[in-house]
């Protein structure tokens, strides 16, 4: 079993900044592709950003130079840096991640629980 635990939401005003993070742990053998989506009230969940784990990332137009996806590989964890934030940015962020728990060629999807950003104008 693969637990993700996400920390660093929170309420900021409009042209801030905030770094959410996610850490898995347990029955690990190697992460494949990270993300972050994120679902504001009313609307389906959607990608923010991705990164495989050679280090190539993909983002949503809404994010492009604004928002920053890495990860640590070391510490099975992925960032995302938010800055100049808007206020339609405010959603809860779920974080992703493709998990091979075995050396065997099976991968599974794990997502984190949640953490709310809220943008104030």
């Known amino acids: 079993q693969v637990q993700l635990v996400e920390s660093g939401g929170g309420l900021v005003q409009a042209g801030g900044s905030l770094r959410l993070s996610c850490a898995a742990s347990?029955?690990?053998?190697?992460?494949?592709?990270m993300g972050w989506y994120r679902q504001a009230p009313g609307k389906q969940r959607e990608l923010v950003a991705t990164?495989?784990?050679?280090?190539?990332?993909n983002y949503a137009d809404s994010v492009k130079g604004r928002f920053t996806i890495f990860r640590d590989n070391a510490k099975n964890t992925v960032y995302l840096q938010m800055n100049s934030l808007k206020p339609e940015d405010t959603a809860v962020y779920y974080c992703?991640?493709?998990?091979?728990?075995?050396?065997?060629?099976?991968?599974?999807?794990?997502w984190g629980q949640g953490t709310q950003v809220t943008v104030s104008s």
């Open positions: 990164i495989t784990s050679g280090g190539s990332t």
């Open positions: 347990g029955s690990i053998f190697r992460i494949n592709g």
């Open positions: 992703n991640m493709v998990v091979r728990t075995t050396s065997s060629v099976n991968q599974y999807d794990y």
